[in-house]
């Protein structure tokens, strides 16, 4: 079945420290993208890939990091940089031609700091 | 301005009703736009996409878009309690290289049975 895998489901953190969340897909998606989600609101771009070894920042990458090695994989990690990184943390793929551009979503990471 | 707006609700409709969802959006160069729904804690699931004016209809999911006035809808015909979800609009804007995806905050929709 293709598809995007996410782990873990659910993580903690203590405070300063780094953790990397795992995104993988199958579905031969050039483009990839990740976002936050906290209650109550819509999705934030943190950053996105559209080849390997090329990302940018989105909207809120500050204290984030991700990197692009190989098609299929699209690590994040928050860094202790990230002041409140307690969220829902939702990776995507797409392939983006001409207007069209849906988005699949794997099935998240809850990440709470201690 | 948001770039993408959305009442937030909850819109509470009986069951069987139809329900409206609305979305505006700021940038008149957007091109497409996509409806998805959200189940509580779970991911985001594609339901509609429209890229030209007038309607699209899917089952009971009917898109709507009119981009002179820069509003897409979602109508959903004979609602049913499993369509008690939060509904995400989706603009994109940009061609070729990078095209911006901006999300709404949602509309949490509850179909009272």
């Known amino acids: 079945d293709g598809g995007i895998t996410q782990s873990p489901k659910y993580l903690f953190r203590k405070e300063g420290q780094n953790v990397t969340l795992s995104c993988e897909q199958n579905l031969n998606h050039d483009a990839m993208y990740w976002y936050r989600q906290d209650p109550g609101q819509g999705l934030r771009l943190i950053y996105y890939?559209?080849?390997?070894?090329?990302?940018q920042k989105g909207d809120i990458a500050e204290g984030y990091s991700v990197s692009r090695e190989k098609k299929e994989s699209f690590p994040l990690t928050v860094t202790s940089a990230q002041k409140n990184p307690t969220a829902f943390y939702l990776c995507?793929?797409?392939?983006?031609?001409?207007?069209?551009?849906?988005?699949?979503f794997g099935p998240g990471t809850r990440l709470t700091v201690l | 301005q948001k770039e993408v707006e959305q009442n937030s609700g909850p819109l509470s409709v009986p069951e069987g009703a139809i329900a409206s969802l609305n979305c505006t959006y700021s940038d008149r160069g957007s091109q497409s736009f996509f409806w998805y729904r959200q189940y509580s804690g779970k991911s985001p699931e594609l339901i509609m996409f429209?890229?030209?004016?007038g309607d699209k209809e899917d089952g009971r999911f009917t898109a709507q878009l009119n981009k002179a006035s820069q509003y897409v809808s979602l109508l959903i015909r004979d609602s049913q309690p499993s369509d008690s979800a939060t509904y995400l609009c989706?603009?994109?804007?940009?061609?070729?290289?990078?095209?911006?995806?901006?999300f709404g905050t949602g509309t949490k929709l509850q179909v009272i049975p």
């Open positions: 890939s559209q080849i390997v070894n090329d990302f």
């Open positions: 989706a603009v994109i804007t940009g061609s070729g290289g990078y095209q911006k995806v901006t």
């Open positions: 995507a793929s797409s392939i983006p031609a001409g207007g069209y551009n849906e988005q699949f």
């Open positions: 429209i890229y030209s004016n």
